[in-house]
């Protein structure tokens, strides 16, 4: 018998377990992070009354994400995924989200198909450690929160203004201005295995250089470290950008929305803030 109830804290060992079996790039942080931005919307399966699966769903007004869905590797193909989706579909619906969004992996991506999701574009996950040769301080200035929420609303159609605040708290982005006014932002947070780049958006009036100047500054920030990165694949200039710091493809996502479509700009996102975030 499976049942889905509310995630707590104290279930943090249970989810860094299910991640550090999918190998993905979480951290304690992302995690209270989570349970901030939607606690309502974290969830965990229990099968036989035993810990087995964890999904999350935040609410951005008419568009939810949904991420984390995890399943316990030896208790897999017992509906438990669908079990911890049907759930999490339910919040968000229920929480007035016309359209629901999540990037899939190849794993996920049938479940999410039954489920009535379909494809929007892919994306390319990069990584790779950057050289270490760090020439001096950081050269962009912060960027100011409200004006980049406008720009992250333009590029990813929903009001993340609360996500944007949340990373902010824990690192300030960085930004590229013309008279006055802001015309990209980057930002990036530790990871378990890797610094994650982004989200890192340019304006749609922004010239190409801007999302390269991003990239350069992300990169000069982390020399010498390990990155990753999550790039549209119809965006050549930021995979061109990221491969000429000597990132490499790691795996494939593909976004995907049940409901209405969003007006979402692939071209005008250099890094998706990832997978878990959109």
Known sequence: MTIVRRMTAEDFDFGFQLKAQAGWNQTRDDWRRFLRLQPEGCFLAEHHGQPAGVVTAFVFGPVAWIAMMLVEKSLRGRGIGRALMEHA???AENSGAKSVRLDATPLGEPLYQRLGFTPDFPLTRYGGELPDRKIGPPFLPEANLEEAAMLDQAASG?????????????????????EGKLQG???????????????????????ENVGVRLFQEAFERSA??????????????????????GLTARRPLLRMTRGARTSERP??????????KG
């Open 185 to 207: 932002f980057c930002t990036a947070r530790p990871g378990s295995q890797a610094l994650q780049i982004g989200p890192c958006i340019v304006s749609e009036h922004a010239l």
């Open 267 to 276: 071209a005008l996102i250099w890094a998706s803030s990832g997978a878990e």
């Open 89 to 91: 579909l339910a919040f």
């Open 158 to 178: 929903a009001d993340r203004r609360r996500l944007l605040a949340l990373l902010w708290k824990q690192q300030p982005g960085w930004g590229v201005q013309y």
């Open 224 to 245: 010498g470290q390990e990155v990753i990165v999550d790039v549209p694949d119809a965006n050549f200039a930021a995979i061109q950008a990221a491969q000429a710091a």
